[in-house]
């Protein structure tokens, strides 16, 4: 969640901070505002965690290369310290009734089953709560585009005496992304939260230009 207080951006999370599962009972753990370990989530260890769901960096950069009739271009766009609330989680990491009649993500193969486990997976039944580990790093640096071209040579086209130039080109979109982001993808989602949205696809795109 968000809270407005003096002194503190307004996009700061205010939620309750996990401090991982208890491997003795599979329990979930949370600190309180003391920095105490508890058991017992309520609305009283709601508190600011560092984690800020706007980015404070952002941009882009492009970059342009020729060589004879051959060329490149690369367009780089990239984001820092943003974190993200994945919702899809309550369907995909729920240790609840949900968990024999949804597809799940491979991490609750690590749900907690036996005591001394050491997992941040709760035991199951355990109740679905909001909290700091609900949010995942948004950070990403991803390649684009990237353009391959090839212009064929004048005395080629002179030989045509109807095309004056003519080019041909490769284009790749969204072909690299650099993240630590645990959803399925760091540029998708609604303000400060993913639910299950497609993410963007990888493109090709194959084409030529003639000027007559």
Known sequence: GLKYQVGYSSSLVYTAVRAGVDPEDGSPMWYDRNGNLTKTYSDDLMQFCGKDTNAEWSGGFSTNFSWKDLGVQAD???????????????????????????????????????????????????????????????????????????????????KTKAISNAKIYLTGRNLLTITDFEGYDPEVGYGNATSGMYPNSRQFVIGAEIVF
């Open 76 to 158: 780089f766009s990239f984001i820092g310290d943003r974190w993200i609330f994945l919702n899809e989680r309550y369907y995909t990491m729920n240790p609840q009734n949900l968990l024999f009649n949804s597809n799940f993500e491979t991490k609750m193969l690590d749900i907690w089953t036996t005591p001394g486990q050491v997992t941040d997976i709760p035991k199951y039944g355990t109740p679905y709560r909001h909290d700091s580990s609900r949010f995942s790093n948004a950070s990403f640096i991803r390649l684009k585009n990237l353009s391959l071209s090839y212009s064929l040579p004048k005395k080629w086209l002179e």
